[in-house]
């Protein structure tokens, strides 16, 4: 490979809808030692970034590589960066300059190797890549309410893959056709907030002020793309299953006790 590629997985313990979720257990594992595991099975080197020493002895215990953030950042992604930081002190800068920084979210435990191979891929062929990200086709037949579902992003993309916009609302439009056809008559891209970055990027989109895209649809992607910065989209078939609250959990447990992975 051209690049060197590493996973860093920002992980909080203070979180709203489910405190403590990185360090429940799944299948009798920690949740976060479940996604260091996968993004292992990729053949990247995971780094868990945490502001808790019980999740940094968690995975310090576990044989994982793991460092001490701050506590007051407002986004996972500057938290990727602080760590991203620590990891590469001393390093010249002529070396990061190859680095790809991917973004893997600490409550994703069925992460799939060959998703996180789609992101490397984009940077393989296209040097011209800034940030990579993955999406996921909607099935035919999928009804106009799953589609318009604000909290599910929407993303389009150029004949190469590059991303156009994303956005809550349904993008494309339809014009003159029955929206419960809409699914039917164009193939809708999901998108799934999984991202890698060249270090370079990595640096200038922490420092970027919040963009009016970005304001208007709350999607941080969007001041990004406003910027001028080249997102590459890779198509996945498998939705990532997130463990938000309690009941995801539950329905983690009983993915996992299917034999699905």
């Known amino acids: 490979m051209k690049n060197k590629y590493l996973a860093i997985i920002p992980a909080r313990y203070a979180s709203s809808r489910f405190p403590g979720k990185p360090l429940a257990r799944l299948g009798g594992r920690e949740v976060i030692l479940r996604v260091t595991d996968r993004v292992a099975e990729a053949g990247i080197e995971p780094i868990v970034a945490t502001d ?10 576990a044989g994982r590589k793991a460092v001490m953030t701050r506590s007051d950042h407002v986004c996972g992604t500057d938290r990727v960066r602080e760590a991203y930081d ?23 435990p069925f992460i799939r190797p060959a998703q996180l191979g789609a992101l490397i891929d984009l940077f393989e062929r296209y040097d011209d890549t800034d940030i990579a990200t993955l999406a996921r086709r909607v099935q035919p037949g999928t009804p106009y309410r799953t589609l318009a579902d604000p909290n599910v992003v929407k993303v389009v993309a150029g ?77 996945t078939e498998t939705a990532t299953i997130g463990i938000d609250t309690p009941e995801d959990l539950r329905a983690a447990e009983e993915y996992l006790a299917s034999g699905l992975r």
């Open 52 to 61: 808790d020493e019980r999740i940094l002895n968690c995975v310090l215990d």
């Open 159 to 235: 004949t190469q893959g590059r991303a156009l916009y994303f956005s809550r609302s349904v993008i494309p439009y339809l014009r003159n056709a029955d929206k419960e056809e809409w699914s039917n008559r164009h193939a809708y891209l999901f998108h799934i907030g999984i991202y890698a970055y060249k270090a370079s990027v990595l640096r200038a989109i922490t420092r970027m002020s919040v963009s009016p895209l970005e304001k208007a649809e709350s999607l941080e992607q969007l001041r990004w793309l406003e910027a001028g910065l080249s997102i590459r989209i890779a198509e």
């Open 86 to 108: 620590i990891c590469t002190a001393g390093r010249d800068s002529a070396e990061t300059d190859k680095d790809i920084i991917i973004n893997v979210q600490g409550d994703e």
